[in-house]
């Protein structure tokens, strides 16, 4: 009887195969060392504008709960690449003439604290303004200073001072001559001449009592140089109306659209070597928050502005 022994052979891999596999591995891990860091970074820009758009919008969310102006500061840290930001809120508002009909006490006294509009108008155009806030006695006429804000509940506005002059500071008959951010033209119309005894003060943002200082994730910034309008070397503030539509501050003065531009800190602020860069905009006349890439052609903020737009 003749027996067959079957020979099992086990095949193995070859030098040539193993140096194939090691050099495609190699070559991903190359790819993924060029494609990790930005796509991390992508992550890292876009997680720091949803947080900031976050709190943009809770600030706005309060400011029409509370009836109060409140918003966002980014601190300046001693250069203009913000990390940190807070909540913030004006003061609770001053009325001079507090709980009291237009027709009665203290209304009616001759002594009421009121504001006036007096208006020039010069062939159809306004080409003469002037506000004045009369008979404040001297503890009410501190609540007037620049960076403080005037509430006119019967037109629905705030404005700004931006420069106030004491005229006669004796009380009663006291004077004092306020230059605004803006003025209600658009409410008073055709009039020349329009007095209100209903009025509020404000003083200038303030932070928020009990809310703690944010961080932005590691890595990001906001870049006030490179933002519009540009930060001037100190704190940016973000104020929205209880309407919900955006308060005039020292940083934004003026100013319909506002734009955020977030990157890198630790790299240039250059299409090449600056990584994913995006602008958080805000429209003044609405209140309306949007995100965006920077577009590096002649208007960086092109995208930012069609995106607030709708288009």
Known sequence: MTRTNSVRFRRGFTL????????????????????APGAMNKDRAATAVSQIQNGLQISRARAIRDGLPRGVRFIFNGSNLVTEYQYIEVA????????????????????????????TPNTGTVNNRTCTINNLNAADQAQVYTGGTIFLPTLGTWHRFMAVTVTNPTYPGSVLTVTLDSYPDQQLGAETQWRTYHFGLNGGPRTLLGEPTMQLPSGTCIDLQQSSPAGGGGDYDILFAPSGLLVNTNSTQGYGQIFLWVRDPNKPSNFNQGGEQLVVSIKAKSGGIGAAPVDWGPDPFILAKKALSGQ
Do not use: D
């Not at 040539?16 to 494609?35: F, S």
């Open 16 to 35: 040539i195969e193993m140096l194939v596999v090691m050099a495609l591995i190699a070559t991903l891990a190359a790819v993924a060392m060029l494609v």
């Open 92 to 119: 609770p508002m001053f009325v001079p003439n507090p709980g009291a009909p237009l027709a009665v006490a203290p209304y009616a006294s001759p002594n009421a604290p009121y504001v006036e509009f007096k208006y």
